[in-house]
């Protein structure tokens, strides 16, 4: 007999069986406990990017699913151009990029590292760091992400205000 489903794995299945029907990819669902009460917070994704618009399609559809599921507030959203690197599906995508690490634990005295994604194996993932190629097991990794260079902001015309004068 299957045991009982515990809320994060029940608000996960909803998620994900909702998001499959929108073509969306669900990112992650998780609970966050803050002081105004329980967050569910489901991010989605899809070829191209998610729109508000996506975003309010989702809340409307999974919302009436989620009724059996105890939560105070539902907020449903983009990962972000920084979405976290999770698993290998991830990690393909993200091959070539350069991508910032932090670790539970230190490894060879520091926790935090950059370089270029050039893989992901059984090991974990295999990054290009300026003292050689490391694999950082994924049980290991706190975080992993793409970095964002904002520098492009700066350069002329991609400012709005500059673009306005």
């Known amino acids: 007999m ?16 909702t998001a499959l029907e929108l073509g969306y990819e669900l990112v992650e669902t998780r609970f966050d406990k803050e002081p105004t009460g329980t967050y ?3 991010f989605v994704d899809r070829p191209g ?18 009724e059996a ?20 599906k991830d990690a393909l995508k993200a091959i070539g990029s350069r991508v910032e690490v932090r670790l539970y634990r230190p490894a060879g005295g520091r926790k ?8 992901f194996e059984e090991e974990g993932f295999r990054i290009r760091t300026e003292g050689g190629e490391m694999v950082f097991p994924q049980a290991d990794v706190a975080l992993l992400r793409r970095e964002i260079d904002m520098s492009v902001l700066d350069e002329p015309g991609m ?5 306005e004068e």
Request: glycine share 8%; proline share 6%.
């Open 40 to 42: 569910l917070r489901i």
């Open 112 to 119: 935090e590292f950059s370089g270029i994604l050039t893989g």
């Open 69 to 88: 599921v105890e939560y105070d507030f539902l907020e449903v959203s983009s990962p972000g151009i920084d979405r976290p690197i999770k698993n290998e």
């Open 49 to 66: 990017g998610i729109s508000l618009t996506d975003c309010e399609t989702f809340h409307r559809a999974v919302q009436p699913r989620l």
């Open 2 to 17: 299957k045991g009982k489903e515990r809320p994060i794995q029940q608000a996960e299945r909803i998620s994900g069986q």
């Open 159 to 163: 400012n709005e205000r500059e673009e």
